[in-house]
């Protein structure tokens, strides 16, 4: 017999797509302080998607709803009868963004010392991570609810909470105009990043394992689990 017509992947971008962009705002404030010759600074940025990156299968065959919401596909069988496989659309999404806040004291060098302590507090959202370098796994290798959603969620990315601290040491081993010799030491510490609680399997039949954000009971006794 013929050998089997192989079914293929296949990843196409809106013929609308847009270069992604995005809008940027920055507000700082620096003070000399009254004290030991100390600088405050105080910064606030903000970003906000207006044409990022976002992956859509255009081949999901929706089936039903599952008790908690999630919408239930067709597995394999998809809207196009000729490809089994994901049909995987890179398009532009307007959701997301990041707000980072700063506080920082710093003691420029005087007697050949000087130091700084900062702190950083961040909240970002995004659509899709894409932590990978092709569209099957850039649209996979993530936690969802419903694949092809258009929702901002806490970002792979960001880091809430960022304490920095620095010394640094003036030598002079040399008596040459300009040919100071610093030595810096760097202390850093910070709260980790986001992950996900997900499904063992195919919770929502997409073809994918592994990736569907697990459902947290209300409690005893909600009637969308069967104990």
């Known amino acids: 017999p013929p050998p089997a017509v192989p079914t293929p992947n296949i990843a196409l971008t809106d013929p609308n797509f847009k270069t992604p962009t995005s809008w940027k705002g920055n507000l700082a404030f620096d003070t000399t ?3 030991f010759g100390l600088v405050a600074t105080v910064e606030a940025n903000y970003i906000k998607a207006k044409e990022a990156l976002y992956y859509v299968d255009l081949n999901l065959k929706p089936n039903g709803t599952n008790p908690d919401g999630r919408i239930r596909y067709s597995g394999s069988t998809g809207l196009y009868s000729n490809f089994s496989n994901s049909v995987l659309e890179l398009t532009n999404t307007d959701k997301g963004e990041s707000e980072a806040y700063t506080f920082r004291i710093a003691r420029p060098m005087k007697n050949d010392w000087a130091f700084s302590v900062g702190y950083t507090h961040t909240h970002a959202t995004e659509v899709q991570p894409l932590t ?5 796994s850039n649209y996979t290798s993530r936690a969802t609810f419903n694949p092809n959603d258009n929702v901002a969620r ?7 909470d960022k304490y920095v601290a620095s010394l640094t040491r003036a030598f002079h081993f ?9 030595l810096t030491a760097v202390f850093r510490a910070q709260t980790g990043h986001a ?3 997900v499904f063992f399997g195919d919770a929502n039949n ?3 394992s592994g990736n569907d954000a697990f459902y ?3 409690g005893p006794t909600d009637p969308k689990v069967v104990w």
Do not use: H, M
């Open 216 to 218: 947290v009971p209300a």
């Open 206 to 208: 997409d073809g994918q």
């Open 132 to 136: 990978s370098s092709v569209a099957s």
């Open 33 to 35: 302080l009254p004290w």
């Open 174 to 182: 040399f008596q040459t105009e300009g040919a100071t010799t610093r």
């Open 154 to 160: 806490n970002s792979a990315y960001v880091i809430p």
């Open 195 to 197: 992950f996900s609680y």
